[in-house]
């Protein structure tokens, strides 16, 4: 079975065909990355106007890479949540155009679950097929979604944890912008902190006792107040201060020291959680997902840790970390193969959750409580 998936969340306009759910047989990204950096982040309207530029020649691409004709193609997947509305609508319409034009089976996808199933892809027939050992636990963090998901069988997912604020990704673009390094700022953090001491500063960690939630907000505001110490305001012109102004540095600011501080407080609440949830829950295997799994820091940690336990960490290939094509369709199989199809009038939802509401999470929950 051959999945032309398609994703177009956020910022990345991505088309891949993706054979039995495993191979790849090509997966198109074009990130707006550099058209995003002027604004700090991702501006949703200029997002949505670029996917319509781009969408139908990166199809185009992505079909002439994987060398298939359309009688080839089995289904058509397509990511129809979480994310900005105006971008998953331009998705949302070329897959069911193609769906209506060639008369193939149409499937909605939920754009976690995608990232979810990034962890058994393969570029090569020759790499191994690696086959999910259930229950697996599952840390998606990217720019939008920090969650923490056991994952029961193909499909059937329960909330554990989940972000109470800013996501850790968001955290990453926030304090970056601090520091003075580009959008999208979880590699320049990443690449500055190499030179830094990561016990320079003893940033807060948020360990919310009793739950598996997250919270980066307070960490973000230590950061923010550590910056401060290093800048002043100037004194107003005469009677009245002229706006807009700029703070005067009185030191130089020491980023290497700061970024690494911050990405090892992150780090070790993520790892920490997710520890606590896998001895809790007795898996096997731990997803490490989203595009902040591209951490260095965080995947040699996460994996340090978990091994003690027995417990095997599974991380995406670097390339299908952030978003993608290939992770959708490679979803949409598992579903298709249990006869699952979407209404051609799918709409985008923007809030779209992989798991049950917290409150049916905390009922599923009881007797498995972090201590």
Known sequence: MIVLGIETSCDETSVAFVRDGRDILSNVVASQAELHRQYGGVF??????????????????????????????????????????????????????????????????????????????????????????????????????????????HGDYVLLGHTLDDAAGEAFDKVARLLGLPYPGGPHIEQVAREGNPRAFNFPRAWLPGTYHFSFSGLKTAVLREVEKYHKEPEPAGKERRAPFMPVVLRELPVPDLAASFQQAVVDVLVGKTTQAARAFGVKEVILAGGVAANRVLREQMAATLEPLGVTLRVAPLPLCTDNAAMIAGAAYWRLRRGERSPLDLDAVPNLPLAPSPAEAEENLKGNEPR
């Open 44 to 153: 949703p309207e200029v997002a949505a106007r670029q996917h319509v530029l781009t969408i139908v020649p990166v199809l185009q691409e992505a079909m002439a890479k994987a060398a298939v004709k359309w009688e080839d193609i089995s289904a058509v997947a397509v990511t129809y949540g979480p994310g900005l509305v105006g971008s998953l609508v331009v998705g949302l319409n070329l897959a069911k155009a193609l769906a209506i034009a060639r008369r193939l089976p149409f499937i909605g996808i939920n754009h976690l679950e995608g990232h979810v199933y990034s962890a058994w892809l393969r570029f090569s027939p020759d790499e191994p097929a690696l086959e999910p050992t259930f229950p697996v636990l599952v840390l998606i963090v990217s720019g939008g979604h920090t969650e923490l998901v056991l994952m029961r069988g």
